[in-house]
C-alpha cells in the first residue's frame, strides 16, 4: 500500500457536513472515503496515477465540502447531473474534467469506485427529446461511458501509483 500525501487541503469539515451533504444528494457516503474527505477536504493526492482498462488516469482534486468553493460537492453533481448516469455521484475530478465517483447502482451501502468520462456524454433529456430513446436508454447510453476502478474508496487509494 502506498503512502498518499495529500496537498492543497482546504479547511478541514467535520464528519456530521459530510454526512450532510450525503443526504441532501440521497446517498450514504461509505466511512472510508468520510474519514478521509473530513480532513483531506478538497486536497491533491500523491502518487496520483491509477489505471482505468490498461489506461493510465490522473487524480486531480478531492471534490471540496466548502460551499464557497467553485468545487463543492453539490455545485459539481448538478453541474454533471443532465449527463451523469443516475446513482453515480462524484467525489474528485481528473485533470482533463471527467469525475471519479462513487457508484451505487449495484449497492446502496458500498458503493464501488469509478471513472467517468465526459467526452461524448450526451444530456440526457435531449437524448430523448431528439432521439427518442426511453429513459431506460439514456441510462444504458449513459453507463458506456463509466469505468470501474475499484471495489472501495480504500482500493481505489491502495491503486494510486507513480
Known sequence: MSIIKWEFADEPVSQEVVHTVGDNLGVKFPSDYIECVAINNGANAEPRLFDVENREKVFGTLLSFDENNDEFIVSVYNDYKLTLPKELVPIAFDPAGNLICLDYKEDKNKPTVVFWEHENAGEKEMLMREEGLTEDQVEELA??????????????????HD
Open 143 to 160: 453507463r458506456e461511458n463509466v469505468f470501474y476502478v475499484a471495489a472501495s474508496f480504500t482500493d481505489f487509494l491502495d491503486k494510486l
